[in-house]
């Protein structure tokens, strides 16, 4: 019973190049996170889905920044254009149904922007 | 600013001692919940707490919940060098299914 895995673990990109980060949920969960942990920080939501919906993109960066979790495969948060800013790590969390309780947590994707 | 701060920001400690973290938050909240990160590392969810609830154990670790306060304590007794960790807590808000909402973490260093 695997937990929720993302990939890659660790990610380097130039400026100005496409950071692409996957999110396998939980077997059976069709609910999906995405939150931000900058360098001593504590985590920030970003953006939560279900399949093939976007539900709550509060904490989305307006620009550069869009996520999507298909009918099949992994959920994707997908950044362009990065930039030092970006560098950051991205968990992303699965429940069974939309609740705070129950979320839990994959290992995170470190980004590094060179 | 961020819904819940923690207090305080960093604690040393010898082994054996107790340690003791606070969060506080400001809106209503339907649970609380303690997690724990090493270095590097992902979240190890330690503990949840709901809005009714006053106090928690769950083996060395006691949390309480102070609604009318506003405020979370994270207590853990005798520790080890392996709970060298941050420790974040993180509300689930009335109102919100969604999202949780993290402070900004108590980094905690026990040496030998």
């Known amino acids: 019973n695997a937990g929720v895995m993302q990939n890659p673990r660790h990610l380097v990109r130039r400026r100005g190049q496409e950071a692409r980060l996957r999110c396998s949920p939980m077997?059976?969960?069709?609910?999906v996170y995405w939150y931000r942990q900058l360098p001593e920080e504590g985590l920030k939501f970003m953006v939560y889905?279900?399949?093939?919906?976007?539900?709550?993109e509060s904490g989305m960066p307006k620009e550069r920044f869009s996520a999507e979790f298909p009918k099949e495969g992994p959920s994707i948060l997908r950044i362009q254009q990065v930039v030092r800013g970006d560098s950051a790590a991205y968990f992303c969390a699965s429940s069974p149904a939309p609740s705070t309780d129950t979320q839990y947590f994959g290992p995170g994707t470190r980004l590094t922007v060179l | 600013s961020q819904q819940g701060e923690e207090d305080p920001q960093a604690l040393s400690i010898q082994e054996g001692e107790n340690a003791t973290m606070n969060c506080s938050y400001k809106t209503s909240i339907n649970n609380l919940q303690w997690y724990r990160q090493n270095s590097g590392r992902g979240l190890v969810h330690l503990i949840l707490?709901?809005?009714?609830?006053r106090e928690k154990h769950s083996g060395r670790l006691r949390v309480t919940l102070d609604t009318s306060k506003k405020s979370s304590s994270l207590l853990i007794t005798a520790s080890r060098a392996a709970d060298t960790a941050s420790y974040f807590c993180a509300t689930g808000l009335t109102g919100t299914a969604s999202k949780l909402t993290f402070g900004t973490g108590t980094r905690l260093q026990v040496t030998l």
């Open positions: 707490i709901r809005s009714n609830e």
């Open positions: 889905l279900q399949k093939e919906n976007i539900i709550d």
């Open positions: 077997k059976g969960h069709s609910h």
